[in-house]
């Protein structure tokens, strides 16, 4: 068993980034442990430790101790959707501020109503129902600014809540002096300030209720992913159909999928022929055609027909979950950019109290009289509206949107830095052969020799290559889409070509080294085949009973969207690359093909990574995408690396980001998410800094010394409310994004490989 084991905590209240801060040291003081990483956005700490020396249950108490309560993630249970608590809190918040504020603050507004409330039940009473409502509002709504702000201060590890308490806490203290022992103030002094405690305990509850819908809808993309996955299956058992959960399903049981049902969990198909909706996979919105031997994956929707499958592959193996935990660790990464943010959050709430007493101090020793409630506004001001609420949530939130989204489009980041990194990025380099290309050769041109007709030569060349196993014979053969004619005679010739006699036809098909062996004149169709292995394809001839009759052409043909792609990267001011194992000469034509900038050719594994690096010494940040087991090493050696789908798993473990279906668009895709991902965390944190750098100065009175108003703590509740729903709204806009590039419907579709181009020799 490895020494380094990982377990992820699911914390609770945590309320800003020096939260996040003080839980992460918490845990990375804890004996055993390597690396800790916490995330506001998501609630979660992910924990690397020595399984020697502690473990998943003693680092939840480590960090419980610290003041937040956590759990064990497999041990979490189902609980009260947190909006819901948050929303009944706020409504009977506001329903016991409503008559204090309207006691308090309806006489500024309407002259009139002030003088009624002094004739009607006088002032002292009116101070009396303010301090009765405004006790129960902060022992009970309230009560959780206290319940953690007071021991965060005790521990000298003061946060968010600490700062709310000890606004609201000097409103209210001061308040209930004025109202029980007037004569302990200075004359003139003793005015009530229970509208302040209570409409910034009210403000904050309902920042805090949208910030948790706005995180809520912020990690829709996993939700909408668990919701794939269906609670139970059908199996057969003993020859029995049975309904039994999910979680009871083992590897090679037998799946009886009904129509229109979600395929439980991967698996590959026994009988039966349906449809499968796959697009949850690839994106493609056309059904697959399954049937026996089919692979099937977990999440996908069956169409009309009914299957008996076998499972392969269940629980956390399954692509659908391995898919659900990539986009999980990746939002639960911290960035490179968010170190600088945490160090300043740490001391940030330490400075905000030492601002606040220096803010008082200077308002009682030089401010205009009556001096006293005039630093208690102040001061109490500068507390609230400084909460590092939107630092915390900047980076966090914007991750989780932008990797829930790039999901949605089927982009995985397996590893959430690669957002950052992706952005960088100078040289976008592929691989051909199944990146850019199909993968498989595929008969693009056929031309006949006079008196040959066409379907005649290929009817033939497909019948002799049927026999034969090798992929050009492949391509010939799934050419022709009609019966083919029995073969009489068959014989290889190595290293050349092949012979039959078909339909009383001596059929030879080769190299033209096979023919000029032969001495069989090609004539005309000698110069085409040349022309066409110019452009990077295999010239393969025909000849029936001893005379030439056609020349087929035989390539890996690029994919309809490669072109597209190209031309955007360039749009996007990135130059291209192609870094291919086989030959030069077919490499260079795909790349002229295409528009590719640099072509590095006949290279092995090894020598793909030193391509890479002189991309990378002469041009910046290399991101590489590949599919195949050879390209495992570069993907690895990559700034990022970029791994297609429908690849090799080799190639998707190394790689930093995998492109979910086939599409090389994806690239395109993940290189606009990062850098719209990061574009908004830059936005972000200009808002957060720039709002505590602008609006403390004006809390603590600035706008007052030189006439204007003094900021009142509710405003400064609203302003701070306000900056956190901000952050995560503008976070939440990345949702918006869609796949990027232009549509390959507007480039010349490739020629389709069961009707190749015919022409006369």
Known sequence: MPESQTATLQLTGLSCASCVGRAQNALMDAPGVVDASVNLATGKAVIRFDHRLTDADRLAQVVSDAGYPAQAEYDTAPTQDADTGLLRATLLAAALA??????????????????????????????????????????????????????????????????????????????????????????????????????????????????????????????????????????????????????????????????????????????????????????????????????????????????????????????????????????????????????????????????????????LLWGPAPALPLALVAGVSVLIIACPCAMGLATPTSIMVGTGRAAELGVLFRKGDALQRLQDAKVIAFDKTGTLTEGRPELTDLSVAEGITRDHALQLAAAAEARSEHPIASAITRAWTGSLPEVAQFETITGLGLSARIDGVEVVIGADRLFDRDTIELGGLRATGQAWAAQGKTPVYVALDGRAAAVLAVADPVKPEAAATIATLHEMGLRTALI??????????????????????????????????????????????????????????????????????????????????????????????????????????????????????????????????????????????????????????????????????????????????????
């Open 98 to 363: 409503l008559p204090v504020f309207i006691l308090e603050m309806g006489g500024h507004v309407v002259p009139a109503f002030h003088h009624w409330v002094q004739h009607s039940i006088g002032t002292q009473t009116s101070a009396l129902i303010q301090f009765v409502l405004t006790s129960l509002l902060l022992l009970g709504p309230g009560r959780i600014f206290y319940a953690k702000g007071i021991p965060s201060l005790l521990r000298a590890a003061p946060d968010m809540n600490a700062l709310v308490a000890l606004g609201t806490a000097a409103a209210y203290g001061y308040s209930v002096v004025a109202t029980f022992a007037p004569g302990l103030l200075p004359e003139g002094t003793a005015h009530v300030y229970y509208e302040a405690a209570c409409v910034i305990t009210v403000l904050i509850l309902f920042g805090r209720m949208l910030e948790a819908r706005a995180k809520g809808r912020a990690s829709s993309a996993i939700k909408s992913l668990l919701r794939l996955q269906p609670k139970s299956a059908r199996v057969e058992r003993d020859s029995t159909p049975a309904d039994i959960p999910l979680s009871e399903l083992r590897e090679g049981d037998i799946l009886l999928i009904r129509p229109g049902e979600r395929i439980p969990v991967d698996a590959f198909v026994l009988d039966g022929h349906s449809r499968v909706d796959e697009s949850m996979i690839s994106g493609e919105p056309v059904p697959v055609a399954k049937a026996e031997g089919a692979e099937i994956i977990g999440g996908t929707v069956n169409g009309t027909g009914a299957l008996r499958a076998q499972a392969t592959r269940v629980g956390a193996d399954t692509v659908l979950a391995r898919i659900i935990q990539m986009v999980e660790e990746a939002q639960a990464t911290k960035l490179p950019i968010q170190g600088l943010v945490d160090r300043v959050t740490m001391w940030f709430v330490p400075a905000v109290l030492l601002i606040a007493g220096l803010v008082v101090t200077g308002w």
């Open 580 to 761: 291919s194992g086989d030959n030069r000469a077919t490499a260079q034509a795909v790349a002229d093909q295409l528009g590719v900038d640099q072509v590095s050719a006949e290279v092995l594994p090894d020598g793909k990574v030193h391509a890479l690096e002189a991309l990378r010494a002469a041009h910046g940040a290399v991101a590489f995408v590949g599919d195949g087991i050879n390209d495992a090493p570069v993907l690895a050696s990559a700034d990022v690396g970029i791994a297609i789908g429908t690849g090799t798993d080799v190639a998707i473990e190394a790689a930093d980001v995998v492109l979910m279906n086939g599409d090389p668009n994806g690239a395109v895709t993940a290189l606009d998410l990062s850098r719209r991902t990061m574009r908004n965390i830059r936005q972000n944190l200009v808002w957060a800094f720039g709002y505590n750098i602008l609006l403390i100065p004006v809390a603590a009175g600035l706008l007052h010394a030189f006439g204007g108003p003094l900021l009142s703590p509710g405003l400064a509740a609203g302003a701070m409310a306000f900056s956190s729903v901000f952050v995560v709204t503008n976070a939440l806009r990345l949702r918006r994004i869609q796949p990027a590039g232009s549509s390959p419907q507007r480039y010349p579709p490739p020629v389709a490989t069961h009707q190749p181009k015919a022409s006369g020799a």
